[in-house]
């Protein structure tokens, strides 16, 4: 079959089209021009990208929509007209892949969750679509591992054998009018699932009621219960209790949110029955994903990209970062992402950023839902009590810079200054 994607740079969306070309497909798309950190893994692919064009628009061809999209996108609008067939994002995963759905969701921590489950599951047929556009797919699979994203209820078109709730967390304020709604939404994802797996620890997630149920958590009571040993400046001793048997894990990644998510990954594990004393040689293998707390050495600086763009994903990764590098200078770089998030929780976002030793605002990062508006930028400004403003002087002054932390931060297109400052520079990932 020929797939056509339209707006194939976003993270599901090129996951998407990775997994299709594995599965003996022919794949290309369209998008804009502007550079997006997927782009690269689509050019390894040789998947063909093309600029938004009425002309592309050919028959005999599967198209499938990125939800930022409507009949105002010209390609959609001659698909359209043409009365071709058109699937959304999460129409066309809820229609092609009907084996072992194993949905990963909640406010937070869905991508690196899905990538430890991913990790785990490596001696498993199966078919990932993760959250920073990672996507493979092995034909004849036995599992299907996915995000599934509670934006605009796009979840709620899923059935599943096993549904994981991370966290349930007021966000995507251009949709949901306050936490009730996004509470209600999680509910009816729920009762499309054969197993549900939940945060224990979570206020909203263990109130969510399903008659065969799998907690984690630190709480007692969890199904699967983790107990903290020891923490290090780059991961914990944890002990997991499940059954009254006690596994203990080393896990070698600072902050306690990756502790969450891996209670997660292993209660799906063991959901299906598998050996949990083959968990520690995976998790040794297991590697961020792109965009969460990513590395790169510059000079004598530590850079990182990371996607956190809410308030608790933001308080997580300084978290993280403190505990990692807690004899370095910081300095963050954050882009906000939409108008709508950052002033909607403008309480939450105030003080924030208080623990770095320097901090600068980019420009909000738009994306698609909002048009730039100059007014709106100001009260954003604001709400970070006037702060520096990241310009070209700000990369200068972070070239000279020496043993610090260099935190960009946002879900946007922040991650591109960093190509430029390593660009000609002698560093390794």
Known sequence: MKYYFVGIKGT???ALAKVLLDLGNEVLGSDVKDSYFTDSSLMERNILIKSFNKDNIKED????ASSCYDSENVEIKEILKRGYKLYYYHEFISEYFGKKKIGISGTHGKTTTAHIINTLFNDERKVSIIGDGYGRGE???????FEACEYKNHFLVYDYDTLVINNIDLDHLDFFHNIDEVFKSFQKASEKCKNLIVNNDDEYCKKI??????????SEGSTIRGEIVDTYYNGYLLDVWIEGKRYRYIIPFPGKFIIYDFLAAISVYYCYNKNLNKVQE???KFERPKRRMQEYNFLDNVIIDDYAHHPSEIKECLGAIKQKYYDKKLIVIFQPHTYTRTLRLKSKFEGIFDCADEFYLAKTFSSKREIRNKSLEQEVEAIFNNPNKFNHHTMVKIKKTRNSVILFIGAGNISECIKKILKNGKNRK
Not at 139 to 145: G, N
Not at 209 to 218: L, Q, R, S, V
């Open 282 to 284: 995976k998790i040794y």
């Open 12 to 14: 599901g969306m090129s």
């Open 139 to 145: 034909k004849d699979y036995d599992y299907f591992i």
């Open 209 to 218: 009621e399903h008659d065969n149920k799998i907690t984690f958590g630190f």
């Open 61 to 64: 061809i599967i198209y499938i």
